[in-house]
């Protein structure tokens, strides 16, 4: 399973790395946040998801974002590899 933002896919998708990351992607809104288990490291807002340029089982998530830090207009941010993807109903 992958997800894009081509246009095509929407919803609110899960996607749990292989770290323990999960990360929130929002295709609705285009927006991106992410969690760890275990209290590691932790987004605690939300970003602007301005693209994704990979979401596959097996294959690092690389997303481009713009979190909301002054100064910063865009960020590259890659994952470990993904290890699962859902879609949450709402």
Do not use: F, N
């Not at 770290?19 to 288990?37: E, K, M, P, W």
């Not at 693209?51 to 097996?58: A, D, P, Q, T």
């Not at 960020?75 to 879609?87: F, K, M, Q």
Request: aromatic letters at 4%.
């Amino acid at each position: 399973m992958s997800i894009s933002t081509d246009g095509v896919a929407q919803g609110i998708h899960h996607v749990r790395t292989i770290s323990g990351a999960t990360y929130v992607l929002d295709l609705d809104r285009q927006a991106a946040s992410r969690s760890r288990d275990g209290g590691g490291p932790e987004v605690a807002e939300e970003m602007d998801l301005l693209e994704i340029v990979e979401c596959e089982i097996g294959k690092p998530l690389h997303l481009v974002v713009r979190p909301h830090w002054p100064g910063i207009v865009r960020l590259t941010w890659r994952s470990t590899p993904v290890t699962d993807i859902y879609e949450v109903r709402t």
